[in-house]
């Protein structure tokens, strides 16, 4: 694809349609722009985000009929020393299949404290209209976590592959 990228293309614009065709350069978004086609990230980011919700129209509805929901969260730094945190969540639906579906990535502005973490939860779940439903959320044993649950007022379950993780990592730095 790389290769494509870099070749001239012939591009017939409406002014030239009874004209030869002429050489632009891929390079030169002017051109581009001048010749009257629409910019193609601006079409990919429309129909990305016309997408994106729709699936999550679909998803609401498909929560609406659910009784009980349980979450699970975690947060991470980027090597840019971003912030974020996931959001997903775990039922049965219509069918008694068990489904699970990320309902968030969220940038959190000042860091992992249980207030930004609870704040940007508590929106998730009522854009999602879960506050009501939900029960459980599993997350590791970092202490902001814990407050975290307590400040939802949601039973908190630890992550086993959290606790799985730090014995055998404790274990591996006692052997050596």
Same mark, same amino acid.
């Given at each position: 694809?790389?290769?494509?990228?870099?070749?001239?293309?012939?591009?017939?614009?409406?002014?030239?349609?009874?004209?030869?065709?002429?050489?632009?350069?891929?390079?030169?978004?002017?051109?581009? @722009?001048?010749?009257?086609?629409?910019?193609?990230?601006?079409? +990919?980011?429309?129909?990305?985000?016309?997408? @994106?919700?729709?699936?999550?129209?679909?998803?609401?509805?498909?929560?609406?009929?659910?009784?009980?929901?349980?979450?699970?969260?975690?947060?991470?730094?980027?090597?840019?020393?971003?912030?974020?945190?996931? +959001?997903?969540?775990? @039922?049965?639906?219509?069918?008694?299949?068990?489904?699970?579906?990320?309902?968030?990535?969220?940038?959190?502005?000042?860091?992992?404290?249980?207030?930004?973490?609870?704040?940007?939860?508590?929106?998730?779940?009522?854009?999602?209209?879960?506050?009501?439903?939900?029960?459980?959320?599993?997350?590791?044993?970092?202490?902001?976590?814990?407050? +975290? *649950?307590?400040?939802?007022?949601?039973?908190?379950?630890?992550?086993? *592959?959290?606790? +799985?993780?730090?014995?055998?990592?404790?274990?591996?730095?006692?052997?050596?």
């Amino acid at each position: 694809m790389g290769r494509h990228l870099l070749n001239s293309h012939k591009i017939l614009s409406k002014k030239n349609v009874n004209k030869e065709e002429e050489e632009v350069d891929p390079s030169s978004i002017a051109n581009v @722009y001048h010749n009257g086609m629409p910019s193609i990230s601006k079409k +990919l980011s429309e129909m990305a985000t016309n997408h @994106y919700l729709e699936k999550k129209a679909l998803l609401k509805e498909s929560l609406l009929k659910t009784k009980i929901v349980n979450l699970t969260t975690d947060c991470w730094t980027s090597v840019q020393n971003f912030s974020y945190i996931d +959001l997903t969540d775990h @039922y049965l639906d219509c069918n008694l299949n068990f489904t699970s579906v990320l309902l968030a990535i969220r940038h959190l502005i000042c860091g992992h404290s249980s207030k930004n973490m609870e704040e940007s939860i508590s929106e998730i779940l009522n854009d999602f209209v879960l506050k009501e439903k939900t029960k459980n959320i599993t997350t590791d044993n970092a202490s902001s976590m814990i407050q +975290l *649950a307590e400040r939802l007022q949601l039973n908190r379950i630890p992550c086993i *592959a959290h606790i +799985l993780h730090l014995i055998v990592k404790n274990t591996l730095k006692a052997i050596k």
